[in-house]
């Protein structure tokens, strides 16, 4: 990467750990793959019950999965933790290959991919944003919800294409390129800083950045805001508020029932009769999606935010709505048999172009970076608690599943009321943010906080509030 300018090694290793949400996406969908495979083949046969279990018991364990991943993530770091994992990831797939005719042996794979993939998604979301300018943040925090996508599409294609079991042989010949581009990148400056290698940090934000950037200036900014002595997070509303916001938009965003879509695509098309192939049904809904995705990074540093989600949130809300009057009036006929692809297409670009890149961005930005790691290893446990809930529900719901789909319409609304009271994030710097919330903290508490990183007397706080901001910048510089 010597010879490569700035620019583009700032990118490319945004991409390249982006990517990785590949693999991880196929490892979500596999399920979507094998059900309807096994289901037309009868070689394998499991119940509603098990059928339950196998889709959702991945979920099931990602709740521990993405709190152990977010520790990890702020022990290890982003780039060795995707290091230690992606290659573990790999080698379930010859594992499971040799015994999907043992359901217990099964599921237990299927918990292990679960806990693995959930461990590394985190650093997925986290790295690209905490190596990226604010300007460019937007575009580049959108591509890890792209590669989930494309994932989703691949796996779509492979079982549209080959023999499930062949798909399952050749899945770990797509790990190798991710490992060897994880390989390449550097770490993660943001995190180095806050383990305290600042030499580090302002080594790769030199080789990340333009010669005219102001890397001590960069730098400060992603230093930690202090506060007079110790304590909890949950005695400090700076860290605490957007711990719980961030929680609630990944719980919201699985309200919207966009991980039913994803696993359920194939069987809802088998139950209804659009005249088109059930896969390639699934395929023009999953390249929908992937097209949105790639129309959100033009629009996310257009637009605000907010405004991106809220009017997408309403959109996803409306078209799953009637899809759902659909099933419930399936037997009357009242709908046109096109319909249901036009409603998950809808639906699919609402949430491609806006509701899941958008909240997983935000979710990230809104994070100070003491506590990056560990809200978003709860935000992702959250959103795994809710993936199990909708997915093992979708499973049992049979003839009512139109219920369903009418709850995703009201979670997809509850999301765009939620946007209202979130702060807009484009264009600002992670610092700013982190500022943001320490202001809705003192406007909580009454209790001002306090700008530097060091932790003495009361005097000698009040004497570092009133010293100049140069002053302040540099001691916090010198004392992370």
Request: glycine content about 8%; charged content about 15%.
């Amino acid at each position: 990467m010597g010879k490569w300018s700035p620019e583009y090694k700032q990118l490319s290793s945004a991409v390249g750990v982006s990517m990785v949400g590949v693999v991880l996406g196929v490892v979500i969908a596999f399920p979507a793959l094998a059900l309807d495979a096994w289901r037309l083949e009868g070689d394998i046969t499991l119940s509603e019950v098990e059928a339950g279990w196998f889709v959702s018991v991945a979920q099931t364990v990602s709740v521990a999965g993405s709190i152990a991943g977010g520790y990890l993530n702020d022990v290890l770091g982003p780039r060795r933790l995707l290091l230690a994992v992606l290659p573990l990831l790999a080698s379930t797939w010859p594992v499971l290959l040799g015994c999907v005719h043992n359901l217990p042996l099964l599921l237990t794979v299927r918990v292990l991919q679960g806990l693995l993939c959930s461990a590394a998604t985190a650093s997925v979301y986290i790295y690209p944003c905490e190596v990226t300018e604010a300007r460019r943040r937007g575009a580049v925090g959108v591509l890890p919800d792209a590669a989930f996508s494309l994932g989703f599409m691949l796996t779509y294609f492979l079982a549209a294409i080959l023999h499930w079991s062949t798909v399952v042989a050749i899945l770990p010949l797509f790990f190798l390129p991710c490992v060897v581009t994880v390989f390449l990148v550097p770490e993660s400056p943001s995190w180095l800083l806050q383990r305290g290698r600042v030499e580090e940090a302002r080594a790769i934000l030199q080789q990340l950045r333009a010669p005219d950037v102001n890397v001590e200036k960069e730098l400060l900014g992603m230093g930690p805001l202090g506060e007079c002595g110790e304590a909890s997070v949950a005695r400090q509303p700076r860290l605490l508020l957007p711990i719980l916001a961030s929680i609630f938009l990944m719980v919201l965003k699985e309200a919207t029932g966009q991980i039913v879509v994803v696993l359920f695509v194939v069987h809802i098309f088998r139950k209804v009769d659009v005249g088109i192939l059930p896969h390639v049904s699934s395929m023009l809904v999953g390249s929908a999606r992937l097209v949105a995705n790639v129309a959100c990074s033009l629009l996310v540093g257009r637009l605000p935010r907010r405004t991106l989600l809220i009017s997408a949130s309403l959109t996803a809300s409306v078209t799953i709505a009637v899809l759902g009057d659909y099933f419930f009036r399936q037997d009357s006929q009242v709908w046109p048999d096109w319909v249901p692809l036009a409603c998950l297409s809808v639906f699919v670009v609402a949430y491609g172009a806006g509701i899941g890149p958008v909240t997983c961005l935000m979710a990230t930005e809104l994070l100070p970076g003491a506590v990056r790691g560990l809200g978003s290893g709860l935000a992702g446990s959250a959103l795994n608690a809710s993936q199990f809930t909708l997915t093992f529900a979708a499973t049992q719901a049979g003839s009512g599943f139109y219920i369903c789909l009418w709850s995703y319409a009201a979670g997809s609304a509850c999301l765009a009321a939620f946007a209202l009271l979130l702060p807009e994030t484009r264009n600002k710097s992670l610092r700013q943010i982190e500022e943001y919330w320490a202001e809705v903290s003192e406007n909580i508490t009454g209790k001002r906080w306090c700008p530097c990183a060091r932790r003495g007397a009361p005097d000698d706080c009040e004497a570092n509030a009133k010293s100049n901001t140069r002053n302040n910048d540099t001691e916090l510089v010198r004392t992370v």
